[in-house]
């Protein structure tokens, strides 16, 4: 029934790396959270994505 909401985790993946360069659409985000939220595994991804952002912020300051 909703499976146009389910996301692998390569298309996660994508999407985190995406989000670095451009805004999400709203579905996008909605389907990443969804994913985020049952996946161990791409959350720690999320994780580090947002750790790398930081530190290459950091940097540029």
């Known amino acids: 029934m909703f499976r146009?909401?389910?996301l692998t985790c390569r298309q996660v993946h994508r999407l985190l790396?995406?989000?670095q360069?451009?805004?999400l659409g709203l579905?996008?985000?909605v389907?990443?959270?969804i994913h985020?939220?049952?996946c161990d595994v791409c959350?720690?991804?999320a994780r580090q994505f947002r750790v790398l952002s930081e530190a290459?912020?950091?940097l540029g300051t």
């Open 43 to 45: 959350s720690v991804v």
């Open 27 to 29: 579905m996008e985000r």
């Open 4 to 6: 146009w909401l389910k």
């Open 21 to 23: 360069d451009r805004k």
């Open 31 to 33: 389907r990443l959270r």
């Open 56 to 58: 290459v912020r950091r």
């Open 36 to 38: 985020l939220t049952a």
């Open 17 to 19: 790396s995406e989000r």
